[in-house]
């Protein structure tokens, strides 16, 4: 199905709309799973898309973010603010308040935010802002501008996530281990998982989690991270083939290592996947592969994220 860009705007050439029909899990998620990585965009005649964008996606609203929250039977939703909004953040507060509390969302702010916009973010469900470091996605913003809104937002008991790939976190090292708040990577750090899960580019991201217990990952994007698969999509992969099968070790290192400071998203729609769009049940289902057992799933799925975005209601392990 082709699905439309409106608004005026026009999808950038080979964008690859999200799986049509996805399968039901075969994975029992545990009750009160959440769904801690996914965007909205759009629709691009209700919130146009940023200026300074880098893409620009087919629509992809609340609406069907949630038909498909119930379809893989998650409870809840943690919406991330995709880069295409840039600071903008209508579409994502628009959805989190018609989720009736069932979605939190994680914003993108500039420096010079009003306190009264925060306090309004706040009250909407918003929890955290996000750095992008990815360069593809955006345009350099200084340190001091981050540390600038991070400073901002720690008293409101926010926290700061953050997108990079593995090359860059020597040099962004010192800058995340400065930051006065819970730091979430996404997507692990974007390791090369062609390299030893024992080799010096993983080791450095988990010594960063292991030396700093502010700082918690997601161990999600196997469909953006593998180079040998296969795709997690019908009859290519199964229970004795698992699909990402290269991203496995990694994620399950780092589930193992943390299983406090882990959270797990689809990534729906997934932007920017280049070579083929995952089916979202057998995505769910490769949770198998990385916890090594039910309780590790209940901390990764519900604990967790409860713990990090719905604190008041989150009655312990
Ligand atoms: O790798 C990506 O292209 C990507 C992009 C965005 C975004 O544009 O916000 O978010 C993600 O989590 C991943």
Redesign the pocket.
Known sequence: MNRPTTGGFAKTPGWLDWYDGPSRPRLRLPDGAVDA?C?VFGPGERFPYAPERK?TPCDAGKDDLFALRDHLGFARNVI?????HGADNRALVDACLASGGRARGVATVRRDVADAELERLHAAGIRGVRF?F?K??VDFTPKDELLAIAQRIAPLGWHVVV?FEAPDLPELWDFFTALPTTVVV??MGRPDVTQPVDGPQFGLFVRLLREHPNVWTKVS?PE?LSVSGPPALPGRCGPDRPPYADVIPFARRLVEAFPDRVLWGT?WPH??LKDHMPDDGLLVDWLAHIVPDEAHLRRLLVDNPMRLYWPDEWKGA
């Open positions: 990585h965007h893409y991330v603010q995709a880069t295409c992008n990815v593809r996605l997108y996404d997507h994007c953006r990534d932007p920017n």
